[in-house]
T-cell receptor, first 115, second 106 residues
């Protein structure tokens, strides 16, 4: 079966524009996670979904960032009025559930460059 | 709040050497810990998942241990190969370490 997929793989945008990043989790995985990874750094948690609900949005860095998930499947991370500091790789992961013992599987990421 | 630290940040070893990567966490109420490999420009590949009720997991040349009381996990790589060169991260779903960048020289 297919793994986690993300699109686009690369996105270059101008400062001030809005961008949408998409994540398709593994079929049947009810939990979905978004992370940001700046160059040479570790993963920064942004938000996670259990089903279509987001119990923990604590990692979203500002109100310019939002995410939604529909049909317990695809998720979209939207960044409004992008800034240069938003440049990073955005990684998505899924797991069977958000229960404590579930293994995470990651997508290849979307590399966002804000000029 | 859980914090995860990985030491060393970078490691260079000759091919064939056995090595240990370290991961420490601050909250012992950890339910599982997962080790990943990340190649340049790629996502994370799961290597091993250790549940809190387990003390270690093995997969091929890799062995990961978990000691909740001391807040530590280690990833042991036996007989390292140049293909093992990558960044290794440990994490607990919402919190990840900064990674150890491993270089195995032929």
């Amino acid at each position: 079966g297919a793994g986690v997929s993300q699109s686009p793989s690369n996105k270059v945008t101008e400062k001030g524009k809005d961008v949408e990043l998409r994540c398709d989790p593994i079929s049947g995985h009810t939990a979905l996670y978004w992370y940001r990874q700046r160059l040479g750094q570790g993963l920064e948690f942004l938000i996670y979904f259990q089903g279509n609900s987001a119990p923990d949005k604590s990692g979203l860095p500002s109100d310019r960032f939002s995410a939604e998930r529909t049909g317990e499947s695809v998720s979209t991370l939207t960044i409004q009025r992008t800034q240069q500091e938003d440049s990073a790789v955005y990684l998505c992961a899924s797991s069977k559930s958000s229960g404590r013992y579930n293994e995470q599987f990651f997508g290849p990421g979307t590399r966002l460059t804000v000029l | 709040k859980q914090e995860v630290t990985q030491i060393p940040a970078a490691l260079s070893v000759p091919e064939g050497e056995n090595l240990v990567l370290n991961c420490s966490f601050t909250d012992s109420a950890i339910y599982n810990l997962q080790w990943f490999r990340q190649d340049p420009g790629k996502g994370l590949t799961s290597l091993l998942l250790i549940q809190s009720s387990q003390r270690e997991q093995t997969s091929g040349r890799l062995n990961a241990s978990l000691d909740k009381s001391s807040g530590r996990s280690t990833l042991y790589i036996a007989a390292s190969q140049p293909g093992d060169s990558a960044t290794y991260l440990c994490g607990n779903m919402l919190t990840f370490g900064g990674g150890t960048r491993l270089m195995v020289k032929p």
